[in-house]
């Protein structure tokens, strides 16, 4: 389908990368959200998201006349190829996926529809909402697509200009078809199946990333007891190609806007039809566990209370590159900590606001006055550049907590400060002279 006529709804995160992808496909897309002030600033070219090469793409697009932004779904519609929703599905009670804005928007639609149309669900939503959406229309005349996104913030738009695979799913294999067309120009393979299955295969490949992230935090915390080197075993496991290196990093928990609500979603879909899903369970408690664990690790480098310590953190974004701190694990530690006695100053290069329970400061630096000890807790590049032994001669303590491995031990126990990573062997601190 060459220059079909698309409206996104929601320009969110998903929607606005998918609406300014689709334009620069070709497709002749209307943006729509709920937000006059946000519409107007997008439609000046003004982009909030930190994502590399989005803001690039929406000037373009609106350059060409491809892409337009509007407030309000119902008039937006009108001659529609595909309507794809984008809105947000946040968790709810129970850890369910609350498809109430999904609802609200195919209330407000589904009788001005064009006969055709297909209506298109690229928000993660649970199995058996296509179903649920064909109820709500109560048209035969519009079909109902399931088209996931594997977007990873950061990465986004290469994500989608550059897919690993693209999933289409209906039970009108010809709408699947006429969806799937629209991505023709992407080198991907496609996989074209039923509704459920497409909705499941992104439930799917998140979970399974959310277990693989908690495995590897609990091999680190083994490698700690038993003196390995995580760095080592990882390397080892990942030259495995039915392992591969991906997502064998440990950190201080997974987050973000995915893999939270998606790990707790599938399990309440699993109980929906009596499956005891306690892999996936135990991965996500596993994950609170590991902020236990790095509470403790930072509790031990300022000698065990932290009841007021200075504690200085590098990073509150979920993921270096981006400015989402939607679940971040690093606002998880730090609200432990303060809920401890310590006293958090925090540096991010893309986090200005103020926030709750800490000083937000603008210099990498000034987090490291006074401070009795340092956690890295987002994976910048800049932090691995800091001038550490001035950072050490501003400190009152010397405890250096790196919780994604980004920094070289030596680098830091060669400016006097004592090194803790995850999974690392503790190098010996060097002694200053003086």
């Not at 709804?9 to 070709?26: E, F, K, M």
């Not at 005891?276 to 135990?282: H, K, M």
């Not at 926030?355 to 807790?377: C, E, H």
């Amino acid at each position: 389908m060459s220059g079909a006529r698309i409206v996104v709804i929601g320009t969110g995160y998903v929607g606005l990368t998918t609406g300014a992808c689709l334009a620069a496909l070709g497709h002749q897309v209307t943006c729509v959200d709920v937000d006059d002030v946000k519409v107007a600033r997008l439609a000046a070219g003004r982009v909030d998201i930190l994502e590399p090469g989005l803001e690039e793409l929406v000037t373009r697009g609106l350059a060409a006349r491809r892409l337009r932004f509007v407030v309000g779904s119902r008039n937006a519609v009108a001659g529609a190829d595909a309507v794809y929703l984008c809105v947000p599905t946040p968790m709810g009670a129970g850890g369910a996926a609350d498809l109430r804005a999904v609802e609200a928007v195919i209330g407000e639609i589904a009788d001005v529809l064009p006969s055709g149309c297909a209506v298109v669900t690229k928000s993660t939503v649970p199995v058996g909402t296509a179903q649920r959406i064909r109820a709500l229309l109560g048209r035969d005349d519009v079909p109902v697509v399931a088209n996931p996104e594997f977007l990873r913030e950061g990465t986004a738009v290469a994500d989608f200009l550059h897919p690993d695979r693209i999933v289409v799913g209906s039970d009108d294999e010809d709408a699947a078809r006429r969806i799937a067309d629209l991505y023709r120009d992407l080198s991907a393979p496609n996989v074209i199946t039923d509704a459920a299955s497409a909705e499941l295969v992104k439930y799917a490949a998140n979970c399974f990333l959310a277990m693989k992230l908690s495995y590897v935090n609990a091999i680190a915390e083994l490698c700690d007891r038993l003196g390995a080197d995580i760095v080592s075993v990882t390397e080892g496991m990942g030259y495995d190609r039915r392992i591969g290196r991906s997502f064998l990093k440990p950190g201080p928990g997974w987050g973000g806007s995915c893999l939270p609500k998606d790990t707790h979603a599938l399990v309440q879909v699993a109980e929906s039809v009596g499956f005891d899903f306690s892999l996936l369970t135990a991965a996500i408690v596993e994950n609170i566990a590991q902020r236990d664990r790095i509470v403790a690790k930072i509790a031990g480098a300022v000698g065990g209370s932290l009841a007021g310590s200075r504690i200085g953190v590098l990073g509150l974004a979920f993921k270096a590159g981006t400015n989402d701190l939607r679940d971040s694990p690093a606002l998880s530690v730090t609200s432990m900590l303060a809920a401890h006695g310590a006293e958090v100053t925090a540096y991010d290069p893309a986090v200005r606001a103020a926030l709750p329970g800490m000083t937000v400061v603008d210099d990498p630096y000034q987090v490291a006055k006074d401070a009795d000890a340092i956690v890295v807790l987002t994976e910048w590049a800049e932090f691995t550049k800091l001038d550490w032994g001035y950072t050490a001669d501003l400190m009152q303590g010397d405890g250096v907590v790196d919780t994604r491995n980004l920094l070289e031990p030596r680098t830091i126990t060669g400016a006097g400060l004592s090194y803790v990573g995850l999974g690392r062997p503790r190098p010996a601190r060097v002694a200053l002279p003086g």
